[in-house]
């Protein structure tokens, strides 16, 4: 059984590459840090969370359109929108581990490491006491008030230092709080430093400076440097919005936490472009609606949270986080900036183009002001599979299981004869037959029964179908449901209906509209 946050993480990583969801790049050749590949399974699971963002975003609204743009762009873009100057991280290196890590990731878990520990106070203090009135314990208890205000100067100092891109004070809350590394428990660090994050390389055969281009670290320049080709192609009005989904790349100082952080990822992101003014106002409605989407899935609501900025982007007036909480804490999944008319302005200054609106309900032209939300595809995967995983004892033996919403899961319905005779496993290939033009299905025959049940558990399937000796008589199956082990019996002529029922991505769109 599963002992605690940190062994699940270490079974749901095993999982992944022991029932084909993710592979290490370049396996045999030791593997490339933060690189991964999606196996069978794995890419299903990848491809219908797409699907899902998809027709959430654009085709469930008539003024959100699509767009699919090139990895390379022209390396002005990633001047004009600030990226080579100031898309950087702080690193700092431990001199005794040669361990590098990110300045800002290791004072932000010291913070959260105080939490815990006011957190700890007060379940020690629940169990002490009937009565226990929380607030009054946080504001009375001297254990807690003493971390509460070393934290809080903490956080000041850390959130100034941020938005001074002050990196000696940086170092010095580092010293103060007598942070070690988190690997070797050393404190020798050096001084911290800023690092470009973005992947150059050379376009054409001449290698000389002007050649430089980037592997692009977001998707949204492709959106902004498009913005009125798709307003003139698709005739769209402000408010309107544009959606890709795309790969990005990022030179992360720290690749942990298995898909977490990936030097190469897919990102899902939608801009949505708005008169100057009305920004807040539909930067809160996407809040929402982005929440909505999550909740939808079925996920505990427990399991997700805001997180505001405490240092906003060089592009953003307001920038809020919606975080999961994964095995190794919250942390953040998708974010939802209101980007002003930064990105716009720039490129029409660095273009000398004009990437102006003529508003004509107001008689004006404007750079329009953006609202964007982005969320990273194998973050969302990672969610899912952390979420869905489970183990239970059946029978005395353990099950494992992966409770994947039903419209998430690779393999919808698997299709089994019980024996592999007297004329099953073609009655169940007829089945199979029929329901492969609808869904994504899974036929075999071999080993018995129960044990191909349990490896449908492994991959989250959530209905499997069995032709049995009564199917030859009487035209019935039995279906089984994932997480109940429940099984039905059912008319052959209603498995298509039922199942597509079952597993209609439908229904949930339509709690969102
Ligand atoms: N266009 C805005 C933007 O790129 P971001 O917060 O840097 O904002 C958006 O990234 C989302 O992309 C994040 O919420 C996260 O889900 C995902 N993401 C960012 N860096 C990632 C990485 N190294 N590996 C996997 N996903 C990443």
């Known amino acids: 059984m599963i002992a605690n946050d940190a062994e699940k993480f270490k079974k749901v990583i095993s999982h992944a590459k022991e029932y084909g969801f993710i592979f290490q790049s370049s396996e045999i050749y030791d593997g490339l840090s933060a690189v991964y590949d999606y196996a069978s399974y794995g890419v299903l699971l990848k491809n219908n969370i797409k699907e899902y963002w998809w027709k959430a975003m654009v085709q469930m609204h008539e003024n959100i359109v699509g767009l699919d743009t090139a990895i390379l762009m022209h390396p002005t873009t990633w001047k004009a929108s600030g990226h080579v100057d100031a898309f950087n991280d702080p690193l700092i290196d431990n001199k005794d581990s040669k361990k590098r890590y990110r300045a800002d990731n290791l004072i932000e878990d010291y913070l959260t490491k105080q939490e815990d520990k006011i957190n700890k106070e007060i379940e020690k203090a629940k169990k002490r006491f009937a009565d226990f009135d929380e607030e009054m314990f946080r504001t009375t208890n001297a254990r807690v008030l003493e971390i509460a205000e070393k934290k809080n100067v903490v956080y000041s100092r850390y959130v100034k230092a941020l938005n001074d891109n002050n990196l000696e004070e940086l170092k010095q809350i580092i010293i103060d709080c007598e942070i070690a590394d988190p690997e070797a428990g050393s404190r020798n660090w050096t001084d911290v430093r800023q690092f470009n994050l973005m992947f150059s390389t050379k376009l054409g055969a001449v290698s000389d400076e002007a050649d430089t281009i980037y592997l692009r670290p977001e998707t949204a320049q492709g959106i902004f440097v498009n913005f009125l080709n798709v307003q003139k192609t698709t005739r769209q009005k402000i408010p309107f919005g544009i959606a890709q989904i795309g790969k990005a790349f990022r030179n992360e100082i720290v690749a942990r936490q298995f898909i977490f952080r990936m030097r190469e990822f897919e990102q899902m992101e939608m801009q949505f472009f708005v008169r100057p003014g009305e920004e807040l106002n539909y930067y809160d409605h996407w809040k929402t609606t982005r929440m909505k989407w999550h909740l939808a899935l079925g996920t505990d609501e427990k399991m997700l949270k805001f997180h505001d900025h405490d240092k906003v982007a060089h592009y953003a007036n307001a920038a809020v986080d919606i975080e999961f909480n994964f095995p190794f804490g919250f942390k953040e999944l998708e974010g ?23 508003d004509s309900e107001i008689n004006e032209s404007y750079v329009p002001y953006v609202v964007e939300t982005s969320i990273g595809c194998d973050r969302m995967f990672l969610a899912m599979l952390c979420n869905a995983y489970d183990e239970e004892i059946v029978n005395e033996d353990t099950r494992t299981v992966l409770r994947l919403p039903v419209v998430l899961a690779p393999i919808k319905v698997a299709v089994f004869p019980l024996l592999k005779k007297d004329g099953l496993p073609e009655k169940a290939l007829e089945v199979f037959n029929e329901l492969k033009f609808y869904h994504q299905c899974y036929y075999e025959e071999k080993d018995a ?65």
């Not at 002003?340 to 004009?354: A, C, I, M, P």
């Open 336 to 358: 939802i900036h209101s980007r002003t008319n930064f990105d716009l302005t720039q490129h029409s200054e660095f273009s000398g183009k004009k990437m102006q609106y003529f």
């Open 449 to 513: 029964i129960g044990k191909r049940y349990r490896r449908q558990d492994a991959i989250g399937t959530p209905y499997c179908i069995t032709i049995d000796h009564q199917t030859l008589t009487d035209n019935t199956v039995t279906i089984r449901e994932r997480d109940s082990m429940q099984q039905e019996r059912i008319n052959i002529e209603n498995v298509l209906k039922i199942v597509s029922d079952k597993v209609d991505m439908n229904k949930i769109l339509k709690t969102l509209a």
